[in-house]
């Protein structure tokens, strides 16, 4: 066998190898893409293109049936900030994530800490604390919606039996949020309580036996070992609350419709109403493009404010 | 640790004090539900036992058609759910191709886009496709999720890669790998996230109301708002009969699953 004969065969072989090698790839690309494809298509239909096609109609005046007509650029954008009704919305919304996701945190973290005590029959308890998880919010909407009733509701009965007068939880304008606001903590509690007592139980138990030999007391282990553990979890439960603010929409469709004078007129509430009952879909999607703004910033704010605090293991 | 007998007490107290107040609603609910009307409207304390209002609350309503639709499109999402994701999860944990990691960030980024944002051409969409008051409309948005993905390739990414390796030398495909070695070894994950898929669509409010418009696939949801609406007499006992009924399934299914959910939850939220 010449030379040649011989550097042609390993050629031929490296091409082989590399043809095979190609081969392969695409191959497993198609491999690869056969098992996403599902998720893809699905997100592409339900997700990625009603995104787009809002941003589109955020730019159109439209027909009843949602058909974009004459294209008015900023305009939808224009009205609603310049709408009295919009902004009073836009502020409900900023009151409503402040009412809420402190109180909510606050809370469940205390039911946590008290919850990750060990003690008998204290599992009894953690199924009580997050119980509320499991209540929808059509449930929990009617529940509240008894309790604030003006004349019968059990809240006002109690504070009858201690001689104040009666308050309208929903009509008056000054309580309609808060009563809101009370609904949703109640809510938010069982899953905020059970992820926190996640965090809690996933703390090393070492960190408090070191301090106990040291004498430490309970209040600075709290301080010293518990609270600084537990932000990483703390940083996750705080940007789902915010987010899920945001999103509110069943308390206000059962408990107010967005009154009274649309001080519960939170803004998914608000873009619903203007696109199902005013039929008036490109003004409904340039507020659905300022809810989508909002939460991108507010995720991307709790990532940049949650990395300088979050002390991670 | 020991702990003293008077900070046992103190801590039971509170124990007991918090359940009390957090569960008071529910509770007020169930106690409701049995108590007659007129007790009620007088605001007395029950003082005799009634199972009417659950009677009436399911003869004046379809509730166990209801209940019904609601188990179907809940079951339906679930499944639907745990195939889609634990497929996709496959891919990036045991697959590896060109793209892979760019189609990992846009699963991240469906996080950011909340459905509620993009709710009007989802609704044209299924309008379009004749899927109002489908069961198909109710569920198939919602079978495609990042969460669900992320949870279960946190849990396939610890399944041993010797395993896949040996299964290769046996000539072993993919799919197949798939179905006999991997989807039984994570039993756990996968029923965290059917628990979770199923809580989450058993409660939804928004879309249930948006695509269906009559009794034949209404869930239970939009059954009570309307059941809570078209009471107009203040007959809060059937009110509250009807909103336990829809309580009650969750509540069970989160009494078995409270401490999967918990520890499925948080390795999925903080990888």
Partial sequence: ?313 | MTISKSRKVFFYVILILSALILAGPMIMAIVMSFMTNKDILTGSLPSTFTLDNYVHAFERFPLFQYLFNSLVVSIVIMIGQLVLSSLAAYAFVFLEFKGRDLLFYVFIATMMVPFEASIIPNFQIIRDLGWIDTYTGLAVPFFATAFGTFLLRQNFKQIPKELREASQIAGMGDFKYYVTVVLPVSKASLVTLGIYGFLSSWNMYLWPLLSTTNDTVRTVQIGLKQLQTQEQLNEWGVIMAGAVIVIIPTLILLFFGQKKLQKGLTEGALK
């Fill in chain 1, 1 to 313: 066998m010449s030379m040649t004969n011989t550097a042609q065969i390993i050629e031929t072989g490296l091409i082989d190898l590399e043809q095979v090698k190609k081969k392969q790839r695409i191959k497993s690309f198609f491999k690869g893409m056969a098992f996403l494809l599902p998720s893809i298509i699905l997100f592409s239909v339900f997700l990625f293109y009603p995104m787009f096609r809002t941003i589109y109609l955020s730019f159109f005046l439209t027909k009843a049936n949602g058909d974009p007509t004459v294209f008015v650029g900023l305009e939808n954008y224009i009205n609603i900030f310049s709408s009295p009704i919009f902004l009073r919305s836009m502020k409900s919304t900023f009151l409503f994530v402040l009412y809420t996701v402190p109180a909510s945190v606050i809370v469940s973290l205390f039911l946590a800490i008290i919850a990750n005590e060990k003690l008998k029959g204290i599992g009894f308890f953690r199924t009580v604390y997050s119980s509320t998880m499991g209540v929808s919010v059509a449930a929990a909407s009617v529940f509240w919606l008894y309790l604030f009733n003006p004349s019968m509701g059990l809240l006002n009965q109690i504070l009858g039996t201690f001689g104040i007068e009666a308050i309208g939880w929903l009509t008056d304008p000054k309580w309609a949020l808060i009563s809101v606001s009370i609904t949703t903590i109640w809510m938010n509690v069982g899953f905020t309580f059970l992820i926190l007592l996640g965090g809690l139980q996933s703390i090393d138990s070492s960190l408090y036996e070191s301090a106990d030999i040291e004498g430490a007391g309970y209040l600075y282990k709290l301080r010293k070992i518990t609270i600084p553990m537990l932000s990483p979890t703390m940083f996750f439960v705080i940007t789902v609350t915010i987010i899920n603010a945001f999103q509110s929409f069943g308390q206000i469709d059962i408990l107010t419709q967005g009154g009274p004078i649309n001080e519960t007129n939170l803004i998914v509430y608000s873009l619903y109403r203007e696109a199902f009952v005013n039929y008036k879909f490109g003004s409904a999607s340039a507020q659905a493009i300022v809810l989508f703004i909002l939460i991108l910033l507010m995720t991307a704010l709790q990532f940049k404010l949650g990395e300088r605090k979050v002390h991670y293991q």
